[in-house]
């Protein structure tokens, strides 16, 4: 073994003992060539699988309120599951890699489903800048990098901006959430968008409001579809 290797292969021996590379969702020590979640947890992570289906009941939180061509999420999310403990080290553990694997796993099985051929635009739900600023970065731009990898789409997070600061969702009505995220949202670049089909992606969907918000924005500058990708839904 060449011995700079060898010395690498060391002091990551020793990183690894003092800070442990743990998996995102079981929090076993990974492995080998194993990237933020084991193997195990890979195999078993709940899908959702409504790729694969022709009327998926995601689509239902949309209906009638704004026009959305598909709706697809990765993982069924449950309250202190696997997936709740990847979305908290993702959105606060500054863990932002953890986003761009579950991109590229999801983004490998949206390809091999052929649905590469249905969009033009990754664009992700953005951060006000305050936010930012904050977290250090947004969990759905790692998001968005991960799907555009692996299905070969460009993304942009300059597209679409977050022009006011909301309080948070959390305890509101689904009214309220709407109100507290209605017109928030801007397209900076609107000649990118035109007659284009895009797939807008974001961590979670929960009643959709802030998704609902982007997609009349992206919609009202010219869109030709706009299509939905999520980490997770709570059904």
């Not at 195990?40 to 998926?56: I, V």
């Not at 696997?82 to 908290?88: F, N, S, Y």
């Not at 928030?184 to 992606?201: G, H």
Request: hydrophobic share 35%.
């Amino acid at each position: 073994m060449p011995p700079k290797l060898q010395f690498a292969l060391f002091w990551r021996d020793v990183l690894d003992l003092f800070y442990p590379n743990l998996c995102s969702s079981c929090k076993a020590q990974l492995v080998g060539n194993e990237e933020c979640i084991c193997t195990k947890c890979r195999a078993n992570l709940p899908r959702t699988q409504s790729h694969l289906m022709k009327n998926p009941a995601l689509g239902e939180k949309f209906a009638g309120k704004v026009p959305v061509e598909n709706v697809y999420s990765f993982l069924k999310f449950e309250k202190g599951g696997g997936v709740q403990r990847m979305l908290h080290q993702l959105k606060y553990g500054k863990r932002p890699e953890v986003g761009k694997v579950l991109g590229q796993i999801y983004g490998y099985e949206l390809l091999q489903a052929g649905v590469n051929h249905s969009f033009d635009w990754v664009i992700p739900i953005p951060l006000h800048p305050r936010k930012l600023t904050q977290r250090g970065y947004n969990q759905s731009d790692q998001f968005a990098a991960g799907l555009s990898e692996s299905l070969g789409i460009p993304w942009s997070d300059e597209i679409l901006k977050r022009g006011r600061f909301t309080e948070t969702q959390t305890h509101k009505t689904r009214i309220e959430r709407f109100e507290n995220v209605s017109g928030i949202f801007e397209v900076t670049q609107p000649e990118k968008i035109q007659n284009r089909r895009i797939a807008l992606v974001d961590d979670i969907v929960t009643t959709g409001s802030t998704l609902e918000s982007a997609i009349i924005e992206l919609r009202q500058n010219g869109a030709k579809e706009v299509s939905v990708i999520t980490i997770a839904a709570a059904y």
